[in-house]
C-alpha cells in the first residue's frame, strides 16, 4: 500500500486574488466562485504515463482545491508523487515527479 500525501497551502491573499493567478496559469475557473475544483491536465503528459500503465488515467487529470475561510484562502491538493507511486513504474514516478514540481510552483504562495 502507498500511501497519498496530502497538501494544503495557506495565503492570506484574497480568494480572488489567487483565482486571478490560477485562472492565468491555467485557463480554467469561474471568477464568481467562492470554492472551486479545479482539473489539470496535459493530455499529452497523461499519455507519457498511461502508455506505461492505463491505470495512471484514474488520476489525471490532477485535481485542485481552492477555497477561502477565515485565515484567507487556501489550496489544497494529492501530491502526484504519492499518487502516482501505486503503480512502481520507473517512467511514471519521473513524470509524477515533474508534476510534483509544476504543482507546486503553481500553488506557492
Not at 497538501?7 to 486571478?20: C, G, H, L, M, Q
Not at 475544483?37 to 488520476?59: D, E, F, K
Amino acid at each position: 500500500m502507498v500511501a497519498v500525501e496530502h497538501i494544503r497551502v495557506r495565503t492570506a491573499r484574497p480568494f480572488t486574488e489567487v483565482v486571478s493567478r490560477i485562472e492565468a496559469e491555467t485557463g480554467l475557473f469561474d471568477a464568481a466562485a467562492v470554492q472551486a475544483r479545479v482539473l489539470i491536465g496535459n493530455p499529452l503528459t497523461a499519455a507519457r504515463m498511461t502508455t506505461r500503465q492505463i491505470g495512471a488515467g484514474l488520476y489525471a487529470p490532477l485535481s485542485l482545491l481552492i477555497y477561502a475561510d477565515e485565515s484567507g484562502t487556501v489550496l489544497e491538493y494529492d501530491r502526484p508523487s504519492s499518487l502516482f507511486a501505486q503503480f512502481h513504474d520507473a517512467g511514471v514516478d519521473e513524470v509524477a515527479r515533474e508534476l510534483d514540481e509544476k504543482m507546486a510552483a503553481l500553488v506557492a504562495p
